[in-house]
């Protein structure tokens, strides 16, 4: 795609990346075919190839963001399939980064969603004020029918919609330690515990940290680590989303320094995603670039890391049916397709997949928050191909793909991690016990 930024608009190193990008576009419109808001809502504005062009014009001609572009970007899911499909090369996360920060800078949103940004910004990063914020959630509860009338305050009924009837109790997994191999140890890993997860379903890490125990890594959660940045990123808040990168960054050099890691082990694929793109969010800052592309090399998926050791045997062949669902963070953002579903058939699964498995379930970081007309058709969609496979259980890589779907169907929904520590002598997880 021919461009016109002028020399002046290139000395922005922002500004000259999306231009790198936007010309790397040859205008084919593949990836129309494949973007869930394009094949929900049928409108080429709301497609990449639509959205491309958007930015596009608002970045050559200098202007601020408007009403029509923080519409169509604002229902852009960053599920990435468009990056998956594209035969060019082109790298629509930066670009749409990019414009999501320029939105941040450039547009007054109205004050209801201001407000609503600000909220969750402020709460869901930080463990203590999420757990207070879903306990006052149930009192709120009852006001949600009223909320959904009203579109402003839509988003209001979908977060009182989605907050569990009870918080599971903190875990002591989630504090900073050292968790000491129980078998001949060969690896020393520090683990992510993450921030809406740990609330959510502190479960997963507890498995992760008893799998990776068992099979002889030392597991770290290093003092200091926080929230990865991803829901801030996402809509917009570039400094805060620096902020925690530099906060991460700084914890896990500090325990590369003192003990060295083989990995820094992700057990959300949204974060995952996020923390391997550190190297080029902090290319910048020169106190921070060399670290920061150290820390995303690190970075992997606990399937990824998994998938590199040797395993033994598993304890136990369940011989369950499981419908894999593949989170876009995973797929599309980082590329893994094949290890979780190899690790679940080689413990005993009979792994299922989903027709359409491309397509985004709708949750999308605050996406199901902020979207909740289009995130509630596009849970439908998936539940109703996940269903179609048969298989009496779920599995998937994603906290916030299991709230999403967990959500629309009554078939247990469980963490891939929580899985595997089943078959290799962990607990059955929660919730597999009523299984048929
Ligand atoms: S990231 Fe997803 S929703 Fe956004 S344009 Fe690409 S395919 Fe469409
Ligand atoms: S598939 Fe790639 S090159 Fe083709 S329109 Fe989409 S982004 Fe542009």
């Known amino acids: 795609m021919q461009t016109t930024f002028s020399l002046a608009q290139l000395a922005d190193p922002h500004v000259a990346e999306a231009e790198k990008i936007l010309r790397k576009c040859v205008h084919c419109g593949f990836?129309?075919?494949?973007?869930?808001?394009?094949?929900?809502?049928?409108?080429?504005?709301?497609?990449?190839?639509?959205?491309?062009?958007?930015?596009?014009d608002m970045l050559e001609n200098g202007r601020p963001a408007d009403e029509e572009i923080v519409t169509h970007i604002d229902r852009c899911l960053s599920c990435l399939a468009c990056m998956t499909t594209c035969p060019s090369g082109v790298h629509y996360m930066h670009l749409v980064d990019h414009a999501r920060a320029h939105i941040q800078q450039t547009y007054r949103r109205p004050l209801i969603d201001r407000a609503i940004r600000a909220?969750?910004?402020?709460?869901?990063?930080?463990?203590?004020?999420?757990?207070?914020?879903?306990?006052l959630a149930s009192f709120g509860r009852p006001f949600a029918p009223l909320f959904a009338r009203v579109k402003g305050l839509r988003p209001l009924a979908?977060?009182?919609?989605?907050?569990?009837?009870?918080?599971?109790a903190a875990s002591p997994v989630s504090k900073p330690a050292t968790h000491a191999a129980t078998a001949q140890r060969r690896g020393r890993v520090a683990l992510l515990t993450g921030c809406a997860q740990s609330v959510?379903?502190?479960?997963?890490?507890?498995?992760?940290?008893?799998?990776?125990?068992?099979?002889?890594?030392?597991?770290?959660?290093p003092q200091g680590e926080g929230c990865c940045g991803a829901l801030v990123h996402h809509m917009g808040r570039e400094e805060a989303a620096l902020t925690a990168a530099r906060n991460n960054v700084d914890a896990w050099t500090r325990e590369v320094e003192r003990g060295g890691l083989d990995a820094i082990v992700i057990t959300a694929s949204g974060c995952g995603t996020t923390i391997k793109d550190y190297g080029f969010m902090l290319r910048l800052d020169p106190a921070y670039a060399g670290k920061?592309?150290?820390?995303?090399?690190?970075?992997?998926?606990?399937t990824e890391y998994l998938a590199s050791i040797q395993l033994p045997e598993p304890a136990l062949e369940p011989g369950l049916a499981v419908a894999y669902h593949s989170a876009c963070s995973m797929q599309h953002g980082q590329k893994i397709t094949r290890q979780p579903k190899?690790?679940?058939?080689?413990?005993?699964?009979?792994?299922?997949?989903?027709?359409?498995?491309?397509?985004?379930?709708?949750?999308?970081g605050t996406y199901n928050i902020l979207?909740?007309?289009?995130?509630g058709k596009l849970?439908?969609?998936?539940?109703?191909?996940?269903?179609?496979?048969?298989?009496?259980l779920v599995a998937t890589g994603n906290i916030g793909c299991m709230t999403q779907i967990g959500g629309g169907t009554r078939l247990p929904v469980v963490h891939t991690v929580e899985l595997l520590d089943w078959a290799y002598g962990g607990p059955r997880p929660e919730g597999v016990g009523a299984v048929p």
Do not use: W
């Open 119 to 135: 909220l969750l910004a402020q709460v869901l990063p930080y463990p203590a004020r999420f757990r207070a914020a879903l306990k």
């Open 158 to 168: 979908a977060m009182l919609a989605m907050a569990p009837r009870s918080v599971p």
């Open 292 to 302: 920061a592309a150290r820390v995303s090399a690190l970075a992997k998926d606990v």
């Open 200 to 221: 959510l379903d502190p479960a997963i890490n507890e498995a992760t940290v008893r799998l990776l125990t068992r099979l002889g890594v030392e597991v770290v959660v």
């Open 31 to 56: 990836c129309t075919a494949t973007c869930p808001t394009y094949v929900t809502l049928g409108n080429e504005l709301d497609s990449p190839r639509g959205r491309i062009y958007l930015i596009k």
């Open 342 to 364: 190899d690790l679940l058939k080689r413990a005993g699964f009979d792994v299922r997949e989903p027709k359409e498995g491309h397509l985004c379930c709708g949750s999308a």
């Open 379 to 392: 849970r439908s969609r998936k539940v109703a191909n996940i269903e179609a496979t048969g298989a009496p």
């Open 371 to 375: 979207q909740p007309e289009i995130a």
